[in-house]
């Protein structure tokens, strides 16, 4: 059973959760994800790590709520637990003195890309973030992330805050006016694919964390493979990062949609009564805990 | 070889063998194939009693000769015979710490059974049976007759995994009087025995009692934890102060047939079918969240002939398939899974086509399987592991509808704790080798066994080596090591 010692809305949607974990927190580099798996009839979910404080024993992750489980998950508060919490598993990113470098994000992605723009700035890179969101109030980490970079700029796609565009046409104007060494991009399919386009023509070192669905997260069912130069690659074990321009994003794009049917399914089960789902994943992870004491207390015959 | 002079058998040798062999009630077919209920229901007092009275007593038991853990079947039939069913039990687990396991899901016709001298010329005694009985009725009736623990060592061992090599290596290092640490890296104890194998052979419910008595007699169990990325083998050692490890991580890494159209929602490696069905327990979405790609209605089919690809068959057929079918690229006689499975998956149904291959699959324009692409194949010159390999015949391609196919094509070693263990051997296809006597690694102290040694086997082949390896971690930590890889190396590897 894993603590959530903090949970804080961030913005429309999503939100920030500490979580105790001890060996993850210090085991855990950038770039890495967790699985989680809220309660007994949960699914293995993965969410990228976005900080952690070894000395706490916690980490640090931002959900959007966009499935059943990541909207059930919103729901918890400071003090619940959730029962399963692995990792940290994939490869961490790739940190060099690349020169400069570009950190683009969309929405809840800027969560996934602060860490790795913290850490190409601390190996002593220009770090240049390029934060987008749809609207003001889904944008998150924004200061964490200007700290961190040399030049941040924010887009929304309606302009209510920031300037009003798309990350893309920020990304274009940088790369026309001067030399991109490294560039990182971290969010929904079509943006990253957005920026593969871009920069693959000028061959510019580009990487794309991917977010395939998962169930084991350590390489044993390939559902999470993705087409990387044509050839299929697991992004739990080989990824989640890949050459953005060797992805296949069409493919990884239809296998995300492949459960779709049955994710609204879910949802709808769960909007039904969201008070009654929580009640049950309390309910269900008390039982836990209570049942695995009683286990170990049983004294030999 | 026996320890009971007296013999509870009634009845002269010749009548025995002409008693014939006991059937198992199992569920109907036509019943069977639409729930995930046990298959088999297991024989009731009075037919194990029925079953033990065929033994002829060989003075030199063929069945104890050919059990990979030598449980002593003999012993175990007569005590059955004398009524005293927890003595079997007990007398089964001296030698095999999951005889409720064992009992369901054991080769037996190429083990035990094979060795018993009544198969020479009828049926073999139905030992499996037989063992599943006692275990049964143990665990039903309450009672177990835990061996007694030698006084505690002090010595801290760590198991990786949690699948059948590890639980027999931790029973047998408890009662050594050493600590046990199992850690395991998915959320649900029992490796492929939870899931791999499903509800309708192998019920979850058997693997968790066998786990909660390792726990009740002192093995600390730990879920979450990835060995080689949570933690290191080193890190166990040198912060954790682990006196000894045993890995026994299993199967590993998928593999694809690696053809075209491998990527359209609907192409299963059966890891993954068989996790998200079982581990998960997809086949009762919505109550769990956990989705499967449907297969209510449709055609599948699963590539392959071994264990593993009936198991997914099976599930596909009791999750509503319209068709299911086997496709193998050699002919039943090579097939690798036991009989009985194969007879139970044509007696629901099951559709087996031989010698045919896929080359390549075919997707509508939203990335969904539709149909396959298959040669058929002929027996040539036999390969490396004594089969004949197939050969393609040419032009004889035909396609089939499929909306659902499940690769069971076997699996790789998951290099993730070779890769982080610096010192730890491995062979040119990535398994960590080991010491076929004592199951000692290249690195000092750390001890290998079951399918990260020898490639896929079988559950009792991983308990063999559980057994083995905590003889030789014994020795060990008493200070009397065996010699390691270097001076003899394992390289079994699985076709």
């Not at chain 1, 302009?159 to 104007?173: A, M, Q, S």
């Not at chain 2, 059948?164 to 046990?180: E, F, K, N, Y």
């Not at chain 2, 036991?338 to 099951?350: L, N, P, S, T």
């Given at each position: ?10 913005a429309?949607?999503?939100k ?21 798996r ?7 979910i993965p ?121 893309t ?54 559902g ?67 049942a695995?004491e ?8 | ?9 009634p ?131 309450g ?30 290092l ?20 939870v ?60 593999r ?21 069905v ?9 109550e ?53 499975e ?40 036999p ?20 909306q ?6 076997g ?8 890769s ?76």
């Amino acid at each position: 059973m894993f603590e959530i010692v903090e949970a804080r809305p961030l913005a429309r949607n999503i939100k920030l959760f500490v979580i105790k974990a001890p060996r993850i927190a210090k085991k855990q580099k950038p770039g890495q994800f967790i699985i989680v798996r809220l309660d007994d009839s949960g699914e293995r979910i993965p969410l990228t790590i976005a900080d952690a404080d070894p000395k706490a024993g916690t980490i640090t992750i931002c959900v959007q709520a966009i499935g059943k489980t990541t909207m059930l998950m919103n729901m918890l508060e400071t003090g619940d637990s959730i029962l399963d919490v692995v990792g940290p598993l994939g490869k961490p990113s790739e940190i060099e003195q690349f020169g400069t470098t570009v950190v683009v994000s969309g929405s809840v992605g800027t969560a996934m890309a602060y860490p790795t723009a913290r850490e190409l700035k601390r190996a002593g890179n220009k770090v240049v973030s390029i934060v987008g969101a749809r609207s003001k109030d889904l944008l998150v980490l924004e200061d964490e992330v200007r700290a961190v970079s040399d030049e941040t700029y924010v887009l929304t796609d309606d302009g209510t805050y920031g300037e009003k565009g798309l990350v893309t046409e920020r990304l274009k104007k940088i790369l026309e006016s001067g030399k991109v060494d490294y560039v990182l991009a971290v969010g929904p399919i079509p943006m990253m694919r957005a920026v593969a386009n871009l920069t693959g023509p000028l061959g510019i070192k580009t990487i794309v964390s991917l977010n395939s669905i998962m169930v084991d997260g350590t390489g044993m069912c390939g559902g999470c493979r993705v087409l990387v130069n044509n050839k299929s690659q697991f992004a739990c074990v080989d990824g989640p990062d890949f050459d953005a321009s060797e992805v296949n994003f069409d493919v990884l794009m239809q296998r995300n949609n492949m459960y779709r049917e049955q994710e609204r399914q879910s949802i709808e089960l769960l909007q039904a009564d969201p008070e009654a789902e929580l009640r049950k994943l309390r309910e269900s992870n008390e039982q836990h805990a209570c049942a695995l004491e009683a286990a170990m207390s049983e004294v030999t015959r | 070889m026996t320890d009971k002079p007296v013999s509870h058998n009634p009845l002269p040798n010749k009548e025995r063998a002409k008693l014939p062999r006991q059937r198992v009630p199992e569920q109907d077919p036509c019943v069977r194939a639409h729930n995930f209920l046990e298959v088999n229901l297991g024989f009731p007092p009075e037919q194990a009693r029925q079953e033990s009275l065929r033994c002829i007593e060989c003075p030199k038991p063929g069945c104890i000769e050919q059990c990979p853990v030598s449980v002593n079947v003999r012993a175990v039939i007569d005590l059955i015979l004398a009524g005293d069913y927890l003595g079997a039990a007990s007398k089964v687990r001296e030698d095999n710490a999951l005889p409720a396991i064992t009992g369901r899901v054991c080769p037996v016709e190429d083990q035990c059974e094979a060795g018993c001298v009544l198969g020479k010329k009828g049926e073999p005694v139905g030992i499996a049976y037989l063992e599943r009985f006692v275990a049964d009725w143990e665990r039903e009736t309450g009672q177990f007759g835990s061996p007694v623990s030698a006084p505690p060592t002090g010595k801290k061992v760590g198991l990786i995994g949690s699948g059948p090599a590890s639980l027999a290596c931790a029973g047998d290092l408890i009662q050594m009087g050493h600590q046990v640490h199992v850690f395991e890296a998915l959320h649900e104890l029992g490796g492929v025995l939870v899931y791999g194998i499903p509800e309708f052979r192998l019920p979850k419910e058997i693997v968790h009692h066998e786990i909660n008595v390792l726990r009740r007699r002192g093995v600390v169990f730990e879920t979450n934890v990835v060995v080689g990325k949570t933690v290191t083998i080193d890190e166990l050692v040198n912060d954790e102060g682990f006196d000894a490890i045993f890995i026994a991580t299993g199967a590993g890494l998928p593999r694809f047939l690696n053809v075209p159209g491998e990527h359209f929602n609907g192409v299963y490696s059966a890891n993954e079918f068989l996790t998200r069905v079982n581990l998960m327990r997809a086949y009762r979405f919505p109550e769990y969240d956990e989705p499967l790609y449907p297969c209510k209605d449709r055609d599948v089919i699963v590539v392959g002939g071994g264990n593993t690809a009936m198991d997914a068959v099976r599930s596909a057929l009791r999750l509503g398939a319209k068709s299911a079918s086997i496709y193998y690229r050699r002919t039943e006689k090579e097939m690798p899974a036991r009989v009985e499975e194969v007879h139970h998956a044509k007696d629901e149904g099951v559709h087996f086509e031989m010698l045919v291959n896929p080359v390549e699959f075919f997707g509508d324009e939203k990335g969904n399987l539709t149909s396959v692409k298959c040669i058929r194949q002929e027996l040539g010159e036999p390969d490396e592991s004594g089969r004949r390999s197939p050969v393609p015949i040419k032009g004889s391609e035909f396609v089939v509808p499929c909306q659902v196919a499940i690769i069971a094509a076997g699996t790789s070693a998951n290099p993730l704790i070779q890769s982080t263990t610096p010192g730890l051997a491995v062979t040119k296809r990535g398994y960590i080798q080991a010491n076929d006597d004592t199951l000692a690694t290249s690195k000092p102290g750390v001890f290998a066994g079951g399918d990260i040694v020898t490639g896929g086997a079988t559950v009792i082949l991983a308990m063999g080596a559980g057994r083995k390896a905590a003889k030789a971690i014994d020795a060990y930590l008493k200070g009397t090591p065996e010699p390691n890889v270097q001076e003899k190396a394992s390289t079994v590897s699985a076709d």
